[in-house]
């Protein structure tokens, strides 16, 4: 009997959760439609933001998200695809509140947009639960931003230095080199914990990222992967899941170190949401939901109470047009900019850091006025540079204008010259005809 274990050694926390994250009241409704991404039901009254299960033939059945209202129906938008899914299907409501489980055990772990392990070394322990969409943090209650933050690259190093909680964008056009200055940061920036979020890119990078940038740095990193396979909602729930494991390595007090390629992918994937439960699309076809959704998650990072998150985000801009809405709207919420050149990138220099279109707004007070003073002399230097190159080219075109005019001359004297002896031989038949008469 004293081999048998009693009551007070046996663990019930694993029970308690489970029982905590039941409803005791089953509440359902009945699909009606599917058109597009979007699943219309009767019921069940579900606010926004709500998980539900759509019963198929499947054992499991398909999870979604209410989204949105329509006439007394409820708008799903599916987290997996929604083959098996038929009138009349039941709809059962799971949990009111988006919540994603998040603790230490994540830490060396890959996992997909919803939490699910990709790595395949079993199932995750949970800590806790947290918002997956968060909540707003007093800004009294951040610390102000005081000490550097050694990216590896000595370009921003020397004349955009990150401060430890800043938000840094990394703007570039498609193909300049941003998942690979995201790699190199990932390398050489030390911190705490590193939370990767790869949302929306091509399937393949994710490994190539783990092995050749992280390496031994996944011990103390978690990467999160929605692919751009995934459904809108998917990715979407990966970025703001990678947020939410930020926040709860920050509250224990860590330095954080949260990077996002890309946050375009992000803001791509709720114009998806929005247009499919009818938003109206407004600039360049992006609907008005994405620019609430960007400072939502941008605003969860920065410092704390205790703790910090430091920000790294790469943005597509398209068609290299720096004042395209997603990219404006970026820049206008965080903390600093690196502008990546594709002239730069085309002449072999990487990585491609335009000094003179970046600024880090936090350089100010995490470096003394030494450094500030010189890193004005350098960008002094490089404006010099680029007006001489302006002259450069100028000169070099009006060469080329001069010579394409002495060119045009001496075709314009030849043109005459042969005008010319056209006219003498005429006017000598003409008198050899006169003569003959």
């Not at 938000?167 to 498609?174: E, M, V």
């Amino acid at each position: 009997m004293s081999g048998r274990p009693t009551d007070t050694d046996l663990d019930f926390s694993r029970a308690r959760r489970r029982l905590r994250d039941l409803d005791s009241v089953l509440v359902s409704g009945r699909v009606t439609d599917v058109i597009g991404l979007v699943v219309e039901a009767t019921g069940p009254g579900a606010p926004l933001g709500s998980l539900c299960r759509i019963s198929t033939r499947d054992k499991g059945g398909i999870f979604a998200e209410v989204v949105g209202f329509r006439t007394g129906h409820v708008l799903l938008m599916p987290l997996g695809d929604l083959a098996g899914v038929a009138p009349g299907s039941q709809v059962l409501l799971v949990r009111e509140r988006p919540l994603v489980g998040v603790g230490d055990a994540f830490r060396g772990r890959i996992v997909d947009g919803l939490g699910r392990p990709l790595d395949g070394r079993g199932p995750i322990e949970h800590d806790a639960v947290y918002p997956l969409y968060g909540d707003r943090m007093n800004p009294l209650d951040r610390r102000p931003i005081r000490e550097p933050l050694d990216l590896g690259i000595r370009a921003v190093n020397a004349l955009l230095t990150c401060g430890r909680g800043q938000r840094l964008g990394i703007f570039a056009g498609s193909g300049v080199g941003k998942s690979a200055l995201l790699g190199m940061m990932a390398r050489y920036t030390r911190a705490d914990v590193n939370v990767i979020a790869l949302v929306g890119e091509r399937g393949r990078e994710v490994r190539e990222f783990v092995e050749r940038d992280l390496g031994a740095g996944l011990e103390h990193s978690v990467v999160v992967a929605a692919t751009s396979d995934q459904p809108p909602l998917v990715r979407l729930h990966g970025a703001f899941l990678a947020v939410a494991l930020a926040e709860h390595f920050r509250d224990q007090g860590r330095d954080v170190l949260l990077m996002m390629d890309s946050l375009t992918r992000v803001a791509m994937a709720q114009r998806e949401v929005g247009l499919s439960v009818g938003e109206p699309p407004s600039t360049r076809g992006y609907t008005p939901s994405v620019f609430a959704v960007l400072p939502r998650l941008l605003e969860r990072a920065g410092q704390g109470p205790e703790g910090s998150i430091t920000g790294l985000y790469t943005v597509l801009v398209e068609g290299d047009d720096l004042n395209e809405p997603v990219a404006d709207a970026a820049r206008s919420l965080l903390d600093g900019h690196v502008v990546l050149s594709r002239r730069l990138a085309s002449e072999g220099h990487y990585p491609a850091v335009d000094v003179l279109a970046s600024l880090s707004r936090s350089m100010i007070d995490v470096v003394g006025p030494d450094q500030q003073a010189q890193a004005g002399r350098v960008r002094a230097w490089l404006a010099t540079h680029r007006e001489a190159e302006d002259l450069d080219r100028c000169r070099a075109a009006l060469v080329d204008r001069r010579r394409e005019e002495r060119q045009l001359e001496r075709l314009r004297v030849r043109a005459e010259e042969r005008h010319r002896a056209v006219e003498e031989r005429a006017a000598a038949v003409l008198l050899d005809d006169l003569a003959r008469r």
